[in-house]
């Protein structure tokens, strides 16, 4: 029976250090594993702190609109109110110049669109009541004539420093001019190709040129 007593012994023992072996390695574990976390926790809240910062500043350099960030944050070449400017000289001066009657003479009616302009040699040639027969028929006829102008769309906008040539944009004008000679009335409209300059702070137009035909062609001014 000695020898049995003894066996239990020997077993109880080793169960009891296998035991100890076990805890211990369980606390090894758990002080690894909590270590772990913590650490994990550290490290992710640095990059979202990092990735809300860039948020923030991207907003604040974003485009015209406030949603640019980041890589989207460049502005447009020229500012939209810029554009906005651009656009009231174009249309000015092309329904200015589809506007007219029989009375008109050059020298009340050619100053004003010409301060629209960049006044150089071009423009002064383009910047011309109609003339030749087609003046004859008008003075004739009583005629009258009344442009209205509207952006369609912008063409090309540029800022051009290496060239120094300054802000440009060029842009699709919708002209509509109603004209009533003896008694009739009759509509035509054409798309012209507008550009303007910016010269000493100011927009001008530099030149236009039809831009397809419309609903009833062009017709023999020069230029158009």
């Given at each position: 029976?000695?020898?049995?007593?003894?066996?239990?012994?020997?077993?109880?023992?080793?169960?009891?250090?296998?035991g100890?072996?076990?805890?211990?390695?369980?606390?090894?574990?758990t002080?690894?594993?909590?270590?772990?976390?913590?650490?994990?926790?550290?490290?992710?809240?640095?990059p979202?702190?990092?990735?809300s910062?860039?948020?923030?500043g991207?907003?604040?350099?974003?485009?015209?609109?406030?949603?640019?960030?980041?890589?989207?944050?460049?502005?447009?070449?020229?500012?939209?109110?810029?554009?906005?400017?651009?656009?009231k000289?174009?249309?000015?001066?092309?329904?200015?110049?589809?506007?007219?009657?029989?009375?008109?003479?050059?020298?009340?009616?050619?100053?004003?669109?010409l301060?629209?302009?960049?006044?150089?040699?071009?423009?002064r040639?383009?910047?011309?009541?109609?003339?030749?027969?087609?003046?004859?028929?008008?003075?004739?006829?009583?005629?009258?004539?009344?442009?209205?102008?509207?952006?369609?769309?912008d063409?090309?906008?540029?800022?051009?420093?290496?060239?120094?040539s300054?802000?440009?944009?060029?842009?699709?004008?919708?002209?509509?001019?109603?004209?009533?000679?003896?008694?009739?009335?009759?509509?035509?409209?054409?798309?012209w190709?507008?550009?303007?300059k910016r010269?000493?702070?100011?927009?001008?137009?530099?030149?236009?040129?039809?831009f397809?035909?419309?609903?009833?062609?062009?017709?023999?001014?020069?230029?158009?």
């Open positions: 029976m000695e020898p049995d007593a003894a066996h239990k012994r020997t077993a109880i023992l080793a169960l009891g250090v296998l100890a072996l076990l805890i211990a390695v369980l606390v090894v574990f002080a690894f594993s909590g270590d772990d976390e913590e650490s994990g926790t550290a490290g992710s809240g640095t979202a702190a990092g990735a910062q860039g948020a923030v991207g907003s604040g350099t974003g485009g015209a609109d406030g949603t640019g960030g980041g890589e989207q944050g460049v502005g447009p070449i020229i500012p939209l109110s810029e554009v906005a400017d651009a656009h000289v174009m249309v000015a001066y092309l329904a200015g110049s589809a506007t007219y009657d029989h009375t008109s003479r050059a020298g009340s009616w050619v100053p004003p669109l301060e629209l302009t960049t006044d150089d040699m071009t423009m040639q383009e910047t011309a009541l109609p003339s030749g027969k087609e003046w004859a028929v008008c003075k004739a006829a009583k005629c009258s004539s009344k442009g209205r102008a509207t952006v369609e769309r063409a090309l906008i540029s800022d051009d420093v290496t060239r120094d300054g802000q440009t944009i060029s842009s699709v004008v919708k002209l509509t001019t109603t004209r009533t000679e003896g008694g009739s009335k009759s509509a035509e409209t054409n798309s190709l507008v550009s303007a010269v000493g702070g100011e927009w001008r137009v530099s030149g236009f040129s039809l397809g035909l419309g609903n009833a062609g062009a017709s023999d001014r020069t230029g158009e």
